[in-house]
């Protein structure tokens, strides 16, 4: 009762007046969009770079000696330079546009609907209309609204792989924390994360951007970004080659006015050896390898925000982490038995008829002693809970399919 009286609240939650003006105080309960450059501006420096700066000037140089002398087919050249920039430039600019979807794909870790106590009654409100010092009613396969502490806890566990990375069910109840780390308190339900069993009563005490999943959701939108080894290289060549075709260019025109050539001809002469030297393939190129190399890696789940960190990535040979939920699917499947003494692997062979029968309690306890709820997504059966009990439940009907099934009478909790 202490964290609902520290936030000026009631056991029997707010009353819709005090709900409204702290409302208006802490502002929606939802991940906000960081203020970024607007999309124009982005959408134009996809065509400002170092490069196709190059690449303009070579164009304008092709229009300007066909101007001259029409017919030599410089103009042609200058189109086509021109569309390599503009195939180049909205391929990335598509590409960026669409990694940074990563806002929406953390908006829907968050439930749209709670359940919350205003004055003694239970409303089903919107997640967005939540504000600190109201009290949530959460159950299995509920997902947390806002960072809560509890204050009601009845055998609950709760994944928070989204916020810490563990990738195990953790215990949470009501007893007072002594816990400097806020995301390592036994007491503390955060946004983002789900209940894989149990049912719980939690006094609101953060919401919006102000909760840990706030805090995450802003470093994805507001991270810096650094200048990997393959745009540093691009930017050097593109000096060099720059450099080296102008001299060159020079270098000619004077040769040609030594030995008496006219001096527009000469321009001419001097102007198409500078653009010939411009490597107009090679932006599409590496824009086109990234690319490939992107929607590879987003086959496997990895988003890649900006094209050219696929290239670092790609040079890397260790990553240290301890995050096994984050980077995996935080599933888990049995993959091999020990019956016997024997060692039998579930994905090489079907597990004998006689084995089944031979270990059926085994077979039996892994089916019914669970705490799972079945749901259906998209026409498919779904079980939500703890990944060890989904991996034993998956293990025992795929071994045994004609199994007995008991409704379940009561539960001791583990």
């Known amino acids: 009762m202490e964290a609902i009286a520290s936030l000026n609240s009631h056991p029997d939650g707010l009353n819709p007046a005090e709900a409204g003006r702290r409302l208006r105080e802490f502002g929606p309960?939802?991940?906000?969009?960081?203020?970024?450059?607007?999309?124009?501006?982005?959408?134009?420096?996809?065509?400002?770079?170092?490069?196709?700066?190059?690449l303009w000037l070579a164009a304008a140089l092709a229009f300007a000696a066909e101007w001259n002398d029409p017919g030599q087919g410089m103009?042609?050249?200058?189109?086509?330079?021109?569309?390599?920039?503009?195939?180049?430039?909205?391929?990335?600019f598509w590409q960026e546009y669409r990694a940074e979807q990563t806002l929406a794909a953390l908006r829907q870790l968050l439930p749209q609907q709670v359940k919350v106590l205003r004055e003694g009654s239970v409303q089903q409100l919107r997640a967005e209309q939540l504000v600190p010092g109201d009290i949530v009613l959460l159950e299995q396969g509920d997902n947390v609204p806002?960072?809560?502490?509890?204050?009601?806890?009845?055998?609950?566990?709760?994944?928070?792989?989204?916020?810490?990375?563990?990738?195990?069910?953790?215990?949470?109840?009501?007893l007072p924390s002594h816990e400097e780390d806020l995301l390592q308190a036994r007491s503390v339900l955060f946004a983002g994360t789900s209940l894989v069993a149990g049912e719980a009563r939690a006094v609101v005490f953060a919401t919006g951007m102000h909760t840990e999943f706030g805090k995450i959701a802003h470093l994805?939108?507001?991270?810096?970004?650094?200048?990997s080894p393959l745009r540093k290289e691009i930017a050097h060549l593109s000096r060099v080659l720059a450099l080296l075709a102008v001299a060159i260019g020079v270098a000619f025109f004077a040769i040609g006015q030594l030995i008496g050539?006219?001096?527009?001809?000469?321009?001419?002469?001097?102007?198409?050896?500078?653009?010939?030297?411009?490597?107009?393939?090679?932006?599409?190129?590496?824009?086109?390898?990234?690319?490939?190399?992107?929607?590879?890696?987003?086959?496997?789940?990895?988003?890649?925000?900006?094209?050219p960190s696929v290239e670092t990535l790609g040079s890397t040979t260790v990553i240290c982490t301890d995050k096994t939920g984050t980077l995996t699917c935080n599933r888990m499947s049995v993959k091999q038995v020990f019956f016997g003494e024997t060692l039998h692997s579930l994905d090489q062979e079907t597990l004998p008829t006689p084995l089944v029968q031979c270990y059926q309690p085994f077979f039996q306890a892994a089916s019914l002693c669970h705490s799972l709820k079945e749901t259906e997504n998209n026409g498919a059966r779904t079980l939500l809970g703890d990944p060890m009990e989904m991996a034993l439940v998956e293990m025992a009907h795929a071994s045994w399919p004609d199994g007995p099934a008991h409704p379940k009478i009561d539960e001791l909790p583990f």
């Open 261 to 307: 050539i006219g001096f527009w001809e000469n321009f001419i002469f001097a102007i198409g050896i500078i653009v010939a030297m411009v490597p107009e393939g090679l932006l599409p190129t590496m824009t086109l390898a990234l690319a490939m190399a992107t929607q590879r890696m987003a086959k496997r789940n990895a988003l890649i925000r900006h094209l």
């Open 220 to 227: 994805t939108q507001t991270g810096g970004e650094a200048v």
């Open 146 to 174: 806002a960072d809560c502490r509890l204050v009601e806890a009845y055998s609950v566990r709760v994944n928070n792989a989204t916020v810490t990375g563990e990738s195990l069910a953790q215990v949470r109840d009501i």
């Open 75 to 92: 103009a042609l050249l200058g189109y086509a330079i021109i569309g390599v920039i503009v195939i180049n430039g909205l391929f990335s």
């Open 29 to 54: 309960n939802r991940v906000e969009q960081a203020r970024r450059e607007r999309l124009p501006l982005r959408f134009l420096k996809e065509f400002t770079h170092f490069f196709a700066l190059i």
